[in-house]
């Protein structure tokens, strides 16, 4: 199984490209004006018509207003919407639209329970914990997550992975996939494309191990 890649908090065209070129399989754009990452509604559209016919457009928002994003949803027909707050799964579906639920992880968090109320997410996205809801760029204790397959959803892990790392966490996890910020910057919100293009290929290495055994 092929270890999917998305990368986030794209806000250029050139970066956009690099993350199609590099192999990604999402991109993500941050919706969250106290974020450095953040792109308005018109940005991320026009930064989505960057992508390849088999690439994923992701949006992620933090606590959002109803009309955010209904004019996401319009602006990009074919975008996969990331809740990376507090919104229960109420706000989630009312949408009709796949979507993803951000976890933030804690030593005491039920992750089972959090699997039993969000039944309805394409897939959970456990990240370290951060009162600014993400992109600290810290890992968290991978020990707290349950066996691959024991949740409900597909499994995406975040949390303070760069190329250096992301290799042990797909061996370690067997995630679904993987989720990457600040490991593909420069400086904070300023996207590298060396190490976006380190990233995916150190990803699809630890794939290409798993398949003969390594």
Same mark, same amino acid.
């Given at each position: 199984?092929?270890?999917?890649?998305?990368?986030?908090?794209?806000?250029?065209? =050139?970066?956009?490209?690099?993350?199609?070129?590099?192999?990604?399989?999402?991109?993500?754009?941050?919706?969250?004006? $106290?974020? #450095?990452?953040?792109?308005?509604?018109?940005?991320?559209?026009?930064?989505?018509?960057?992508?390849?016919? /088999?690439?994923? #457009?992701?949006?992620?928002?933090?606590?959002?207003?109803?009309?955010?994003?209904?004019? @996401?949803?319009?602006?990009? #027909?074919?975008?996969?919407?990331?809740?990376?707050?507090?919104?229960?799964?109420?706000?989630?579906? %009312?949408?009709?639209?796949?979507?993803?639920?951000?976890?933030?992880?804690?030593?005491?968090?039920?992750?089972?329970?959090?699997?039993?109320?969000? %039944?309805?997410?394409?897939?959970?996205? +456990?990240?370290? /914990?951060?009162?600014?809801?993400?992109?600290?760029?810290?890992?968290?204790? /991978?020990?707290?997550?349950?066996?691959?397959?024991?949740?409900?959803?597909?499994?995406?892990?975040?949390?303070?992975? =760069?190329?250096?790392?992301?290799?042990?966490?797909?061996?370690? +996890?067997? $995630?679904?996939?993987?989720?990457?910020?600040?490991?593909?910057?420069?400086?904070?919100?300023?996207?590298?494309?060396?190490?976006?293009?380190?990233?995916?290929?150190? @990803?699809?290495?630890? =794939?290409?191990?798993?398949?003969?055994?390594?």
């Amino acid at each position: 199984m092929r270890t999917r890649i998305k990368l986030c908090g794209l806000q250029t065209p =050139d970066t956009v490209q690099a993350c199609v070129q590099a192999g990604a399989d999402a991109v993500g754009f941050v919706m969250y004006p $106290p974020s #450095p990452r953040h792109v308005s509604v018109e940005q991320a559209a026009s930064l989505a018509r960057y992508l390849g016919a /088999w690439q994923t #457009p992701v949006v992620l928002f933090v606590n959002p207003e109803l009309d955010v994003v209904r004019q @996401v949803i319009q602006a990009i #027909p074919q975008v996969l919407l990331q809740f990376h707050g507090d919104e229960p799964p109420s706000f989630c579906e %009312q949408f009709n639209r796949p979507y993803l639920k951000a976890i933030r992880m804690k030593a005491d968090t039920d992750l089972m329970q959090a699997s039993d109320m969000y %039944q309805s997410a394409q897939a959970l996205l +456990v990240d370290s /914990w951060s009162e600014a809801y993400g992109g600290s760029g810290h890992s968290f204790d /991978w020990s707290l997550l349950p066996k691959p397959g024991a949740l409900k959803q597909a499994l995406v892990l975040s949390g303070g992975l =760069d190329d250096a790392n992301v290799g042990q966490a797909i061996r370690a +996890v067997m $995630p679904y996939g993987v989720d990457v910020s600040s490991g593909i910057e420069s400086a904070r919100g300023v996207k590298d494309h060396r190490k976006i293009a380190r990233f995916c290929a150190a @990803v699809q290495a630890a =794939d290409m191990n798993a398949q003969h055994g390594g």
